[in-house]
């Protein structure tokens, strides 16, 4: 450009006298020109590059420090948790802890997507049912669910519902002893239906969806599916226990 310093000098010599003339100098002017250019170039990708790495590394450190964040607040969630008088307070306190751990998830996803903002819900539920099987009271948790890259907009209220329908089952679903909680998830139209399942003692003769009782967690639950312009239903299954529906439209950039 005007006002660069040259790269260098071409020299290009020979050892007869007088081999040179008007032409070849035009075509060494014109080669050098083009040297200029492709060191230009190479200059330039290679600022390029050290930009892109330093975007990543910026990236990949901001999901970190939140990640991170997030799980100093839980830490200190179970502190108190474990000083609490009440059984309430305590409860209250780690499902609080339970639900920034899924919230941290998505975070932990996100830098490491092949799509900006958008996080592979097969992956996601898979390692959140892990993390549920652990804080489970010996309930085995399955989770399967096809590859889909959702938005982390849904990712979020989506790992919670996961999150507390997950829970609630295995605070209520089986009293006498551990049993099996299924999740799955697939495309249907243009929606993601999920299925969470037990195989327990079933939901209480008077449940109403749309009266919630206070020990199930519906409320929040209801909260989260109108978040998404879901759809809940509930039913008992034809060996026992009860089946939780969810019909989440899916963005436009899913798939």
């Known amino acids: 450009g005007e006002g660069d310093l040259p790269f260098g000098i071409l020299e290009v010599d020979s050892p007869d006298a007088g081999q040179f003339d008007l032409a070849d100098a035009d075509f060494l002017a014109g080669f050098a020109g083009l040297l200029g250019i492709a060191i230009e170039r190479q200059q330039a990708d290679a600022e390029l590059r050290a930009a892109l790495d330093h975007q990543a590394l910026l990236t990949r450190e901001m999901s970190h420090r939140v990640k991170n964040s997030l799980a100093s607040v839980v830490g200190l969630l179970r502190v108190q948790s474990r000083n609490a008088q009440s059984e309430d307070v305590r409860n209250a306190l780690k499902d609080a802890a339970s639900r920034i751990t899924t919230i941290a998830q998505v975070h932990d996803h996100l830098w490491r997507s092949t799509r900006i903002g958008f996080v592979d819900i097969a992956d996601f539920a898979g390692e959140l049912c892990l993390k549920l099987q652990e804080t489970s009271q010996g309930h085995h948790v399955s989770c399967a669910f096809g590859h889909l890259m959702i938005s982390a907009d849904k990712a979020i209220p989506l790992g919670l519902l996961i999150n507390e329908l997950v829970t609630n089952a295995a605070k209520h679903a ?82």
């Open 174 to 255: 089986y009293p006498e002893g551990p049993g099996e909680i299924r999740v799955t998830g697939e495309p249907r139209g243009g929606d993601l239906h999920v299925e969470v399942a037990d195989q327990g003692i079933g939901l209480p003769k008077d449940f109403d969806l749309d009266q919630p009782r206070a020990s199930l967690g519906f409320k929040v639950i209801k909260s989260l599916v109108a978040q998404l312009d879901g759809r809940i239903t509930v039913s008992a299954t034809g060996q026992g226990g009860a089946t939780i529906r969810l019909d989440v439209p899916l963005d436009s950039g899913s798939g």
